[in-house]
């Protein structure tokens, strides 16, 4: 069982900055694949970014650009750095482990003026 805690989230205004934090718990977080994902009201929730054990990045083509994943498994933790934020880019923000049911609570991003 791995558990997921996000954090980072707030309001923002369009044009800003926002940091995500996921730490995860247990050992194995170094072995693990992870990804962001995002909801929005009303709608489904969507694939933001991944990132593989070994460091490499995918995005939305939405958040090209904009959006950098990272990890650092020292701290068994994964980043989401998110840049020119967008109305668009409100919603509730999840860590998942893919490929698992593991998800965390989320955080919520509110973008607005």
């Known amino acids: 069982q791995v558990q997921l805690v996000e954090s980072g989230g707030g309001l923002v205004q369009p044009g800003g900055s926002l940091r995500l934090s996921c730490s995860a718990s247990?050992?194995?977080?170094?072995?693990?694949?992870m990804a962001w994902y995002r909801q929005a009201p009303g709608k489904q929730r969507e694939l933001v970014a991944t990132?593989?054990?070994?460091?490499?990045?995918d995005y939305a083509d939405s958040v090209k650009g904009r959006f950098t994943i990272s990890r650092d498994n020292a701290k068994n933790t994964v980043y989401l750095q998110m840049n020119r934020l967008q109305p668009a880019d409100t919603g509730v923000y999840y860590c998942?482990?893919?490929?698992?049911?593991?998800w965390g609570q989320g955080t919520q991003v509110t973008v607005s003026s």
């Open positions: 990132i593989t054990n070994s460091g490499s990045t």
């Open positions: 998942k482990v893919p490929g698992t049911s593991y």
């Open positions: 247990g050992s194995l977080f170094s072995i693990y694949n």
